[in-house]
Nanobody, 114 residues
Framework: QVQLVESGGGLVQAGGSLRLSCVAS????????LGWYRQAPGKQRELVAV???????NYADSVKGRFTISRDNAKNTVYLQMNSLKPEDTAVYYC????????WGQGTQVTVST
């Protein structure tokens, strides 16, 4: 079973930037979906940005123009560059991989202060 490990979360002021990384323990080549979800306290988990098969990207409307998803297949890593952060971006961010079944990382906390 592939393992996903997120890093790069932390505390940042509104308007700042963070870059999240997710390293997989095996090749990410051949995925059906790969990317990021987030969950804020008291809210359900929501899609942030994902690659679908063929490299097509999908972003939540709330992050379009601010966040960018990318990947490095040689490093088995997917990234999320987050710019112009807002307090409402505060959440635990989870790496996600789907082949036949879903696989989730443990999450990394992002906190945006005013």
């Amino acid at each position: 079973q592939v393992q996903l490990v997120e890093s790069g979360g932390g505390l940042v002021q509104a308007g700042g930037s963070l870059r999240l990384s997710c390293v997989a323990s095996a090749s990410i080549f051949g995925f059906n979906a790969l990317g990021w979800y987030r969950q804020a306290p008291g809210k359900q988990r929501e899609l942030v940005a994902v690659f679908t098969r063929g490299g097509i990207t999908n972003y939540a409307d709330s992050v379009k123009g601010r966040f960018t998803i990318s990947r490095d297949n040689a490093k088995n890593t997917v990234y999320l560059q987050m710019n112009s952060l807002k307090p409402e971006d505060t959440a635990v961010y989870y790496c996600y991989l789907k082949r036949i079944t879903d696989k989730w990382g443990q999450g990394t906390q992002v906190t945006v202060s005013t």
